[in-house]
């Protein structure tokens, strides 16, 4: 696939994607697959419902999709999912991206995953010109592991870890910061990823999806209480530097670690989001906190050797990129909930 189609130049691209809150849309993160081989509480339900492989995007779609929004400005592509190395042939896809890499169109090309693969895949991951990987981790006990995430083994992720850093990824762990459950462990994962060379970045939990019997008021552990407790034990200080994206950044001041905090609940972030968010089947979500998409997926199937009209849609989309999220957890209630899974969306 990569010999036969052309690179994008820099120099060849159309007028950039700016939203009507004059926001450039310059990242694009990609689910390639609503499957995945954990069931973790607080992401799905353990009895998920799956789409049907007709409705997905294939490889080939793929490739065109994120190949247009690249052609309008993206530069950064961010893939995940469900767990983007379930899906089948995924290193096709990469190898074929990897040509935009190469004429400088894209800047980077990332992944989100639970690690459970990269001992398999972190070596073709390097070659394709990923060069840093996000791996969820929320424990480093054996069994709370297997409980948090239901299907998942511990040890087996942490090979994938020791293999993404052998390969020469840059690895960042996300810790969804979990109440009663990993609070004993905010410590211990901080050495462990000081010590590693890892960077650390804390998360919220989110109200997306139905997952069963498990309650979200339950799970939600504020990031300014996990804040406090940290400042229990060392100095912290904010930086002012952000990558772009929704983490704010404390250092340690006793050891210099960085430690990053995503707070859609207690800080919003929105007023500098420069992303969007595709789904397997398609779906443009200009905010992953809103209901409102745009089907790209009709017009790039209708339209086979035209990008075009692909092309005026992502624009239209992009056009009615809300200012922001809702969700709040304020009232002791969960407001602003979003009815799709994270995985579904794409994390
Ligand atoms: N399977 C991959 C993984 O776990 O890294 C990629 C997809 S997963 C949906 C992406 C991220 O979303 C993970 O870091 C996961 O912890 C996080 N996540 C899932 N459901 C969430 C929720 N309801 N609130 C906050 N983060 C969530
Ligand atoms: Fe799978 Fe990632 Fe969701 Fe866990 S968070 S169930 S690993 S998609």
Known sequence: MKQDIPALSPASRAAPLIDPFARPISYLRVSVTDRCDFRCVYCMSENMTFLPKKELLTLEE???????????????????GGEPLVRRDIMTFFNSMSRHLESGALKELTLTTNGSQLARFADQLYAAGVRRVNISLDTLDEQKFADITRWGRLPQVLKGIEAA????????????ALKGFNEDELFALAEWCEAEDMDLTFIEVMPMGDIGNEDRIDQYWPLKDLRARLAERYTLKDLAHRTGGPARYVELEETGQQI??????????????????????GELFMCLGQEDNAD???????????????????????????KGHDFDYSRQDVAGKVSRHMSHTGG
């Open 62 to 80: 793929l490739d065109r999709m994120c190949s247009s929004f690249i052609s309008l400005g993206v530069e950064k592509l961010r893939i995940t």
């Open 296 to 322: 790209l997926r009709a017009p790039l199937r209708a339209h086979p050797d035209d990008d075009a009209p692909l092309e005026e849609a992502i624009r239209e989309a992009i056009a009615r990129k809300p």
């Open 165 to 176: 850093k052998r390969a020469g990824l840059r690895v960042k762990i996300n810790t969804v």
């Open 260 to 281: 990053g905090f995503i707070t859609p609940l207690t800080h919003n972030f929105c007023e500098s989001c420069n992303r969007v968010r595709l789904t397997c089947t």
